[in-house]
């Protein structure tokens, strides 16, 4: 059986969650994010129970120009494997069954701490995404950040722009071409896409002396990764000096010129029709990029309704050269300069 841990709802914890009515309180997710890829990420299965196994071209073939009378040099094209592997990241809830009973709404307070564990599996996902690393945590899979991370010597670095920031108060942002043959979500063969979550039910757990009690579980698990099948179709902004950039606009301005490095990134994801890009950054990146909309001169910037074809929701949305730019709340401030 199950051992209940010191990190389980108590009494004392109820009675946050309590209107003085008896009702259970709204909660203010007050620790919500936004992290908006999570809207935008195409998802495939994988060909693996582990992951996904890309073929990618690596040479091709060298054609002989021949004259008359002579033979043509029999050439070929050469291929590699690349095995991407998803991560498996779970997590429980555990009541008490008396605790969940007190105010004769079990289910509505279950649920006040399960839209908590799914917020808290969506930003874990989002900062794996960017910054997953499996030389440091092998039980992860490899995010975007350990694959392009130097501007030379590196098979991605020529897709990798550097802002010039030399602090410690650095950031990136990034430019992704969606697309099931270019990056994509993948989940295990077999599996399900997305969050999975069970309700358990009512289940007998021991506390931490090992005694027996009755409570109510809920299982959460998530099994995922990327498959950036053509490193082309990302690119990286990087050593963006996010307190230098906070100066745009102002008579004292030593930002970086962000646009430039924009439309630098976007002339180097190569030409195809079904490929979706979108801009990514965090909100003190994004705040400056609307600062740029209200500059007369701008032409480039705009606000507009776009729909995420993944999730349906439609909202206002900043765009560069129609490009939506979106947010995620877990890329950082505190990056390495990236030489």
């Avoid at 997710?29 to 071209?57: C, S």
């Avoid at 010039?164 to 430019?175: H, I, R």
């Avoid at 999730?311 to 765009?319: D, E, F, I, V």
Wanted: net charge negative.
């Amino acid at each position: 059986m199950p051992v209940l841990s010191s990190d389980r709802l108590t009494l004392l914890d109820w009675a946050r969650r309590v209107d003085p009515d008896g009702k259970i309180a709204a909660v203010v997710e007050t620790l919500n994010e936004y992290n908006e890829i999570l809207d935008d990420i195409t998802f495939i299965e994988g060909n693996l129970p582990t992951g996904h196994k890309v073929t990618v071209r690596a040479s091709l073939p060298t054609p002989t120009w021949r004259l008359l009378n002579q033979g043509v040099t029999s050439t070929k094209s050469q291929s590699n494997q690349v095995t991407e592997v998803c991560g498996m990241m779970e997590a429980y809830s555990t009541i008490d069954k008396d605790l969940a009973k007190l105010n004769g709404n079990t289910a509505e307070f279950r649920y006040t701490e399960d839209i908590a564990h799914i917020e808290a599996m969506n930003q874990e996902f989002a900062k794996t995404l960017i910054y997953g690393d499996t030389s440091v945590d092998p039980e992860e899979f490899v995010g975007l950040a350990p694959r392009y991370y130097a501007t030379t010597g590196t098979t991605t670095a020529g897709n990798v722009i550097s802002a010039a920031g030399a602090g410690s108060d650095n950031t990136s942002m990034w430019l992704v071409g969606w697309s099931p043959s270019t990056i994509a979500g993948i989940f295990p063969k077999g599996s399900k896409a997305g969050l999975d979550v069970q309700d358990l039910g009512e289940q007998t757990v021991n506390d931490s002396d090992g005694k027996p009690f009755q409570a109510y579980r809920t299982h959460f698990q998530w099994k995922a990764g990327i498959a950036v099948k053509d490193w082309r179709y990302v690119v990286r902004i990087c050593n963006i000096d996010i307190s230098a950039l906070e100066t745009a606009g102002d008579v004292a301005d030593t930002s970086t010129n962000l646009l430039k490095q924009m439309s630098i990134a976007i002339d180097k994801l190569p030409s195809n029709g079904t490929v979706r890009p979108v801009f990514y950054c965090n909100n003190r990146v994004r705040a400056m990029i609307r600062v740029k909309l209200f500059n007369k001169s701008n032409t480039y910037i705009t606000l507009k309704d776009w729909l995420s074809p993944i999730s349906g929701l439609k909202r206002p949305t900043l765009a560069f050269q129609d490009i939506p730019i979106r947010r995620i709340d877990q890329i950082h401030n505190l990056e390495a300069v990236i030489a």
